[in-house]
């Protein structure tokens, strides 16, 4: 179960840095490989085996795609081993726990699977990107059983079968977590730390790249004029936490340093490591990220909602703190920061395939629209998922959002609005009120 490799992980959860504190477990296995410490943890291992053919998946514990995948890739791994047993090894990389393994072998997004042979491995050459039409069992077979002499038949791995080997307690006290869909106002601190675990996450993948770091800088700039300044009391120990010290601020002086690596791409100055030594985000401690957690955005159990909960949450408060003059060109930024630096490569990809133009975020309320119904789309593609793999977070199904019980007034006829009928079945939403609530719980009153 996921806490129990948790607590058999190599690093005490106490002991861990404060971004791995955030997705602190690795998926469950049954029959798939759990490597990663150091590249040479990979490839001993590679090289003492007896198998022909390796195949490896890289994956990052809080993509939603890697949930998804999860089970079908024990799936796999638990079929290849009872019928073609050492002729192949299946096994997989946690890349925010082993993000330098990850770098080593060119992975960029999430998920990734790499196959070779195992003397490929062992040279690092030839290996192959499986590229997979859906995250299915059947198509990782069925690629294997094209591109090599081995054969899979998953007809003998059912679903059924895996996930109830797949079970575990859940635990979590889902009442806890229910004010997330009863929030009156957006989550902060959660907007906070999406920021900084993005920064992170971008920095150690994408360093050396001027065009990835040129996103980056961007995004921060724009974060820079629009971050929502509060005031929190309390202490980490008390579940609170005192970040006086600007937001803004802080992000201006972000930017500023950024703008030092366009020239030296790759410098160890900016590993994230080097830059936590100094410099801070709302002059919250780092630690405190880890102390903390997710507030609004934390699922009943690990690796549910958090990072793109708050992802979402931070784009959302951006836009409502726009101008009409600024609408199109903060949407712009934004979305070049998801296509550059989100490295969960499906969702990035279904995102970026949800139309949008200048014209679509013409004023700031055609831009809270445009986020608000993409968010929503997102969610009904989810929604579908969620109820094929029986993987959702009972506390927080997907749903079109807000709901009635947070919106009352939001869900109604308005003119004009058949557009979002039509891509939302079973919801007319009152585009006037919606844009109403999206402006009262992302900016007037946060």
């Known amino acids: 179960c996921f806490l129990d490799a948790l607590a058999t992980a190599e690093v005490g959860y106490d002991d861990m840095p404060w971004y791995d504190r955030l997705s602190a477990f690795h998926f469950p296995t049954i029959a798939a490989l759990d490597l990663g410490e150091t590249e040479a943890s990979i490839l001993p291992t590679v090289r003492n085996s007896t198998a022909n053919f390796v195949l490896i998946e890289f994956y990052a514990p809080w993509c939603p ?72 069992a059947e198509a990782a077979a069925d690629w294997i059983n094209v591109n090599s002499l081995l054969r899979i038949d998953l007809q003998q791995a059912s679903q059924a079968e895996v996930a109830k080997m797949l079970e575990y307690e859940k635990g979590g006290d889902a009442a806890r977590h229910m004010k997330g869909l009863q929030q009156t106002v957006a989550d902060q601190w959660d907007m906070q730390l999406a920021s900084v675990l993005l920064i992170r996450f971008s920095l150690t993948a994408h360093a050396s790249s001027r065009r990835h770091m040129r996103a980056l800088r961007d995004f921060v700039h724009l974060l820079s004029e629009r971050f929502p300044e509060q005031l929190s009391t309390g202490s980490a120990e008390q579940g609170e936490l005192t970040y006086a010290a600007p937001c803004r601020e802080s992000l201006r002086q972000l930017h500023h340093e950024l703008g030092a690596l366009a020239d030296h791409p790759g410098s160890p100055e900016f590993h994230p490591d080097a830059l936590e030594a100094r410099w801070q985000f709302c002059g919250t401690a780092w630690n405190d990220y880890g102390s903390k957690g997710w507030s609004g955005c934390r699922g009943t159990w690990p690796g549910n909602r958090g990072f793109t909960c708050g992802l979402w949450t931070l784009f959302h408060a951006i836009t409502a703190r726009g101008s009409d003059k600024t609408a199109s060109s903060d949407t712009l930024i934004i ?3 998801i296509t550059q630096l989100f490295d969960c490569k499906d969702c990035r990809d279904h995102f970026l395939h949800i139309p949008w133009n200048p014209e679509s975020t013409a004023t700031r309320d055609d831009a809270q629209l445009w986020w608000w119904q993409a968010h929503n789309r997102v969610n009904a593609r989810l929604e579908r998922m969620e109820k094929q793999n029986g993987d959702g977070d009972p506390a927080f199904p997907k ?33 006037h009120e919606v844009v109403v609530f999206l402006r009262q719980f992302y900016g007037e009153n946060l």
């Open 399 to 431: 749903v079109q959002w807000p709901p009635s019980t947070v919106c009352p007034r939001c869900q109604g006829a308005s003119p004009g609005l058949g557009f979002l009928r039509r891509r939302q079945p079973g919801h007319a939403w009152d585009k």
């Open 335 to 337: 979305r070049n920061a």
């Open 65 to 136: 795609h890697c949930q998804y995948f999860a089970p079908e890739y024990e799936r796999l791994a638990f079929a290849a081993q009872h019928q073609v047993g050492d002729e192949l090894m299946v096994a997989k990389v946690d890349c925010v726990r082993y993000a330098g393994t990850c770098s080593k072998f060119s992975v960029d997004g999430y998920p990734t699977l790499l196959w070779g042979r195992r003397e490929d491995w062992l040279s690092h050459k030839g290996l192959q990107e499986v590229r997979l039409a859906d995250g299915s």
